[in-house]
């Protein structure tokens, strides 16, 4: 799962089979709790290596920062994936690093929170069992990458950070925006890296005085 700021936060969750990854947005990303029902959109199907990428996408579609949120395995709780997601009632298990257990990808009838009926409109939901959680919000309590360790100012922040090339049309408004404010946040924490750094290394240059040797104590002496 990747977390993507781009014009909106939101997660793409991804599951490989048949040598692509099947695609979804969730907004609000996924929820630990199984009363919660996370909307998924149904997009575009992308390239296995896309699935490891955690970087830059300059322009395009999508257009923003990508950060390797969670990795993993997953493994099909029914006998036919392609019959599943024809039906629209997916079950699988995931052995990731912040998501585990049994989780269900249900495609709605009509539209939801707004959505179009289209058919694009799924439900994410956790099933109840020992990885479930009503009270804990993992993505508060994880926000990080797994791949990194860092945040998207961190990535940014990379002096050689990988680049997604996208033959999308590029956004504007929000999303050119948003982007900016990401890697003006980002150069700023590079910039005081880097005055950290040069100030560490000029006191390293700088000439130490020797202390002056401490004067001998006199001896106490008794009067008998």
């Not at 699935?51 to 036919?80: C, K, N």
Request: charged share 30%; hydrophobic share 40%.
């Amino acid at each position: 799962m990747q977390k993507h700021l781009a014009s909106h936060l939101h997660y793409d969750f991804r599951i490989e089979h048949n040598g692509v990854l099947l695609s979804w947005a969730v907004p609000k990303g996924p929820s630990l709790d199984p009363g919660a029902r996370r909307l998924a959109m149904h997009v575009e199907d992308h390239p296995r290596e896309y699935g490891d990428f955690e970087g830059v996408i300059p322009s395009g579609y999508g257009a923003g920062v990508v950060m390797l949120w969670d990795r993993g395995t997953w493994t099909p709780e029914v006998d036919d994936v392609d019959a599943a997601l024809a039906r629209g009632d997916l079950k699988m298990t995931l052995d990731g690093y912040k998501l585990k257990g049994s989780w269900v990808l249900v495609r709605t009838k009509g539209g939801w929170g707004g959505t179009p009926a289209d058919g694009r409109a799924w439900l994410l939901i956790k099933h109840r069992d020992e990885w479930s959680s009503p009270e804990l919000d993992v993505l508060a309590f994880a926000p990080l990458s797994v791949a990194s360790g860092g945040d998207f100012a961190d990535i940014l922040s990379e002096d050689d950070p990988d680049v997604w090339r996208s033959n999308r049309p590029a956004l504007s408004g929000e999303s050119g925006a948003l982007f900016a404010r990401i890697v003006e946040q980002a150069m700023a924490m590079k910039a005081e890296t880097g005055r950290t750094a040069a100030r560490k290394a000029r006191a390293r240059k700088a000439p130490t005085r020797k202390a002056p040797a401490p004067k001998a104590a006199k001896k106490a002496t008794k009067k008998r």
